[in-house]
């Protein structure tokens, strides 16, 4: 098993660009979320998804997009990126008893 | 919403001592507490965790306890190694689910050998 995988790992745009952050895992797992990481603020929420189908938002939803139409994926979105968007992403996939993070996609807005 | 508060937000000790800890959180429906320790640049790993049903929890050096009348749970390492340096996250979530976690904001752990 391949576990969660991300791609990119590393991403730069410019303001105003869009882009998908790519998210997948292969442990048949119902519940997937995606968090952002930002030096001294710990991980913040920015979406979840308990099935395919069904999504919701975290504690920092205001600018990404999800979506789940496979049990598999999970991709955000960045509609129209901003410099405050600039992060370390991680998405996370869980079957109920551990959540497991994927290795990360830096990101960097200028 | 909740929110997590974690202190300290460095810790320094030498090998063989024991490092604590703590958060806080502040809403009382929180029933899973994890911890997290994350190496520069990798992803966060599950170390322990501790559902709300329980007062304490162990693992070979790792042990987590939980006061849920005062609102808070402290991570507790025995017997420090240069290995156990990283940065340790708690988190909180309601309803059981580890899917919507709320972080506190981390401890750098330094353990000098």
């Known amino acids: 098993n391949a576990g969660v995988t991300q791609t990119p790992k590393f991403q730069v745009l410019k303001t105003g660009q869009s882009m998908t952050l790519q998210c997948a895992q292969d442990m048949n797992h119902e519940y997937m979320s995606w968090y952002r990481q930002d030096p001294g603020m710990g991980l913040r929420l920015i979406h979840y998804?308990?099935?395919?189908?069904?999504?919701d938002q975290g504690e920092v939803p205001n600018g990404y997009n999800v979506s789940r139409s496979t049990t598999e994926d999970f991709p955000l979105r960045l509609l129209s990126a901003a410099p405050s968007q600039t992060s370390v992403y991680f998405c996370a996939s869980s079957d109920g008893n551990e959540q497991f993070f994927g290795p990360g996609t830096r990101l960097t807005v200028l | 919403g909740e929110n997590v508060e974690q202190h300290p937000s460095t810790l320094s000790v030498q090998e063989g001592d024991s490092a604590v800890i703590k958060c806080t959180y502040s809403?009382?429906?929180?029933?899973?507490f994890p911890w997290y320790k994350q190496e520069l640049g990798k992803r966060p790993q599950l170390i322990i965790d501790i559902r709300s049903n329980v007062g304490e929890k162990k693992d070979q050096r790792i042990a987590v306890t939980l006061n849920k009348t005062a609102k808070h749970f402290s991570l507790h390492i025995t017997e420090t190694q240069p290995e156990d340096s990283a940065v340790y996250f708690c988190a909180a979530s309601s309803g059981g689910s580890n899917y919507k976690l709320t972080f506190g904001k981390g401890t750098l752990l330094t353990v000098n050998p």
């Open positions: 998804s308990v099935g395919a189908g069904i999504t």
């Open positions: 809403d009382s429906a929180s029933n899973y």
